[in-house]
């Protein structure tokens, strides 16, 4: 927790030493990769271009093994030069605790931000649906990352491991180019 605020702050002052300029978001790819079909599948996973300046992902996860009471999201950010490597935070966060209260972990809450106002997964533990994100566009990202959070510019993979009850049941990467 501490080193985690910790290494935000460090983050924030170096980027603002880096640059202090406009960035634009652009999605270039989204995977979902199920790694236990008994647990559940992807219904739909996609990017869609609707025109130059719309693009959205949308995702429906069917949960076959439901109600689901043990969630926990390992998540890391990679940044490419000559392949992915590791470039900040990889964490594991108990989702349920999470949810239940989202203020306790800034760093979570900042990437939470991200997905919850477009997303079914805005509540705590009990899952007895299947999860939906639905139109998370590219403007939205650009608005959070350029206005609270500005990033150096280059491509990035967001790489969520899903883990239920200490397994990872499917992985989810969204690839993005900050120009
Ligand atoms: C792109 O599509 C969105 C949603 O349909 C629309 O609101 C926006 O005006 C369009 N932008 C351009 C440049 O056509
Ligand atoms: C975080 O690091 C661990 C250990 O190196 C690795 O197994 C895991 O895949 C990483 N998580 C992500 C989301 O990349
Ligand atoms: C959670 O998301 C659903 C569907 O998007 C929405 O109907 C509901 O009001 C949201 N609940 C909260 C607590 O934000």
Redo the contacts with the bound molecule.
Sequence with gaps: MKRELYLLVAFLVNVHLIREVQSLVEFTNIKCEVVDPEFCNFEYCYLKSVNRTYKYCDLKVNLYKTPVTKVKL???I?KFANGYK?FMY?VTVDACKFLKNPKSNPVTGYIHGFFKDFSNMNHSCPYDHDLVVDKLSTQFFNDRVTKILPFPEGKYMV???WIAYDTIRAVFKLYLQIL
């Design positions: 390992n998540s890391a990679y590791p990889n790489h969520m491991n």
